[in-house]
């Protein structure tokens, strides 16, 4: 399953930036979607997750200003970003979990999105 995330840019610290994450096929159904992040010369880690029953969880660094949502029909991750701060700059990775069949199940990644904020 291949994913395209979008929506990455520069902005200035305090501004806001929306993701966007979809998948490029049907899928038969979604585990869970997530958005994680990776600054230069850190490891990835975890930002947001949303379950197939809209649960979410966040980071303890982005929780109040990160909000992740999800449109089942359109297989399509979101995360909205406010008051932004220039530690967020990052590439930011979405990643789906599911069934791309009822007996194959997957972990896809997208190709990363720049977030850049500028202080």
């Known amino acids: 399953v291949q994913l395209q995330a979008s929506g990455g840019g520069l902005v200035q610290a305090g501004g806001s930036l929306r993701l966007s994450c979809a998948a490029s096929?049907?899928?038969?159904?979604?585990?869970?979607m997530g958005w994680y992040r990776q600054a230069p010369g850190k490891q990835r880690e975890l930002v947001a997750t949303i379950t197939s029953g809209g649960s979410t969880n966040y980071a303890d660094s982005v929780k109040g200003r990160f909000t992740i949502s999800r449109d089942n029909a359109k297989n399509t991750v979101y995360l909205q970003m406010i008051s932004l701060k220039p530690e967020d700059t990052a590439v930011y990775y979405c990643?789906?979990?599911?069934?791309?069949?009822?007996?194959?199940?997957?972990?896809?990644w997208g190709q990363g999105t720049q977030v850049t904020v500028s202080s």
């Open positions: 096929e049907s899928i038969f159904s979604i585990n869970a």
């Open positions: 990643n789906f979990h599911g069934y791309s069949d009822p007996w194959t199940d997957f972990s896809s």
